[in-house]
């Protein structure tokens, strides 16, 4: 059997047991439907859904859900320059218009863009200002590798390796920083007094 087989055999066999896993265990919370449109969860509901949820170890086990310095949510507003193609099936992490949301939470990475309702998910691996992504559905077997930093509470990511989704994953996550929602200091926190992001709950 050549290499090529191999990896179509393993891809098939990952993702019947993925489809079984959803079918069998799946992750059950309550979304709020779309005003006027029954049965569309809102963005609110799809971004509720997403945390609740962890990454299947395609390449990788799970690591052990421990807390770093990077754990948060963040977000960001792009700026299009041209107008939005409907298409039927856009590239993933294409750094499309409007607000973008990402959280790190214990070792998961979880990314969303509520206007288009893209969404993944992966594990993330922190290692003082190195963190790597793996485990991503759009891409089981790349692993990416970035430099992050926090600065006046923005995140600021630098590209290291990574080339899921023909790269646009890293494009999407360097080409501008992240503002953070955690507040800037516990008063701000409790006032809610502060100039918080665009997108942070």
């Known amino acids: 059997m050549n290499a090529s087989s191999s990896r179509r055999r393993k891809a098939c066999v990952v993702g019947m047991a993925a489809v079984w896993l959803s079918v069998f265990f799946p ?8 005003a006027g449109e029954p049965g569309k969860i809102s963005s609110t509901g799809m971004w509720a859904e997403l945390l609740q949820r962890v990454p299947f170890p395609y390449l990788i086990p799970l690591p052990e859900p421990k807390r770093t310095d990077l754990d948060g ?19 993933d992490y294409a750094p ?3 607000l973008w949301k990402l959280n790190f939470d214990r070792g998961v990475f979880r990314v969303f863009h509520p206007e288009s309702g893209w ?13 790597v992504l793996a485990n991503d559905p759009t891409c089981i077997e790349d692993v990416g590798v970035y430099k992050w930093r926090l600065e006046k509470e923005q995140l600021i990511i630098e590209l290291i390796d990574d080339p899921c989704a023909i790269k646009l994953r890293a494009m999407n996550l360097t080409r501008q920083p992240w503002m953070s929602c955690r507040p800037p ?5 409790v006032t809610e007094h502060w100039p918080k992001p665009e997108g942070c709950d």
């Open 27 to 34: 992750v059950r919370v309550m979304s709020q439907p779309v």
């Open 73 to 91: 949510t963040y977000t960001k507003v792009v700026i299009s320059t041209t107008e939005r193609v409907h298409c039927l099936r856009c590239p």
């Open 96 to 98: 499309e218009g409007g």
């Open 119 to 131: 969404k993944s998910i992966a594990t993330v691996i922190v290692a003082g200002d190195r963190m």
């Open 185 to 189: 200091n516990v008063e701000a926190a």
